[in-house]
């Protein structure tokens, strides 16, 4: 157990429930060691499953085919201290072995590159979650930064439809307010937003209206809060920070359907360096508005522990607070994973 600086009953609560993040960027953007060194963090820091990011919607299907075998040797080869989840049950015995449990998820549609036949194919090969529009338009629908608001496209109907098949969740994280609204209307199965705040909390354009959560709640999905300083509000990323958003999501639709995507970039400097050495026209070029910062600040992964005990001094019952913690991840990945 690490030395943290929280009560015995927050320790203990901590380290018995299943925490779960379903949103960690792992772009190579920094230095390799410094990337590598995130997950062996996150463990120590009680995580017990971490979704990654292998691909977005400025990715070719090569790219991602690529990116993909890459991650998948590098588990498969770690595997004393890695399980590659591509099952629920993987991620029960990861946390039973003391291992990390690590799943793979799109940030964005494009590696599709109108094939929905490769839905199945990234399905078998462990992508198990998948953002409809990364900030810009796309094939599927609108991007929030947009400067339409346009529904699903007849594709995107098509793709939500295979998803639903093969069990890939289905996220409308980054995605316009329209195109999000139509996902409920079509998808059988619980529609998530992995990593997204509340617009009510922080105004901002990243974050979801009010009916975005109550419409994710009646699907039976899950809000993964995010730990981005800017979309938190005021660029804070203190645990109070973060209960803002879970009391405000928990107060409209109950903490059944809260959980945590906490967005983690290793390395703010390296990623504001590589702004432009992606191609002149870029999707995640819009995040922070046009000109890249970099005073970004992160909820650090060691913080976690502290979140837990905050949730207990804020009156958040044990269950409810394993449901955030992972618990609520859990029950949705039962629900739709084949």
């Known amino acids: 157990m690490n030395n943290w600086k929280i009560t015995k009953e927050a320790a203990e609560l901590h ?3 299943m925490v779960w993040d379903m949103t960690l960027p792992w772009r190579e953007y920094g230095p390799e060691e410094k990337r590598l060194a995130t997950l062996p963090r996150m463990h120590a820091s009680g995580f017990n499953f971490v979704s990654l990011t292998l691909a977005a919607d400025w990715n070719s299907v090569s790219q991602t085919i690529h990116k993909i075998a890459k991650e998948r040797a590098y588990f498969l080869a770690n595997s004393e201290s890695y399980i590659l989840a591509e099952s629920v049950e993987d991620i029960l015995r990861a946390k039973r072995e003391q291992k990390l449990a690590v799943g793979f998820h799109f940030q964005g549609t494009n590696p599709v590159n109108y094939d929905i036949n490769l839905i199945e ?4 090969l462990g992508i198990r979650h998948m953002l409809m529009a990364y900030n810009s338009k796309n094939a599927v629908g609108d ?5 339409t608001d346009g529904g699903l496209s007849n594709f995107g109907i098509q793709l939500v439809k295979e998803m639903n098949r093969v069990g890939m969740l289905i996220d409308g994280t980054h995605t316009g307010y329209q195109t999000t609204m139509e996902l409920f209307e079509v998808s059988t199965d619980p529609v998530i937003f992995s990593h997204a705040n509340a617009s009510a909390v922080s105004p901002n354009g990243r974050n979801i209206r009010d009916d975005q959560i109550v419409a994710c709640a009646k699907s039976g999905g899950v809000i993964g809060i995010d730990g981005v300083g800017i979309f ?3 660029n804070d990323v203190s645990a109070e920070a973060l209960i803002r958003h879970i009391d405000h999501i928990s107060q409209l639709v109950g903490p059944q359907h809260v959980g945590l995507g906490l967005d983690y970039v290793y390395d703010q400097a390296s990623l504001t360096r590589g702004h432009n050495t992606r191609p002149a026209w870029n999707p ?5 508005g046009n000109t890249p910062r970099d005073d970004v600040k992160y909820f650090e992964p ?6 837990t005990e905050k949730l207990i001094v804020a009156g958040y019952s044990e269950p409810e607070i394993r449901g955030i913690l992972g618990d609520n991840w859990l029950r949705v990945a ?5």
């Open 143 to 147: 991007g929030w930064n947009e400067r």
């Open 284 to 288: 995640g070029d819009d995040l922070f």
């Open 121 to 124: 194919i990234y399905y078998k």
């Open 15 to 17: 380290q018995n429930a």
């Open 334 to 338: 039962r629900a739709v994973w084949k």
């Open 302 to 307: 060691e913080n976690l522990p502290t979140l």
């Open 232 to 234: 938190l509000g005021d």
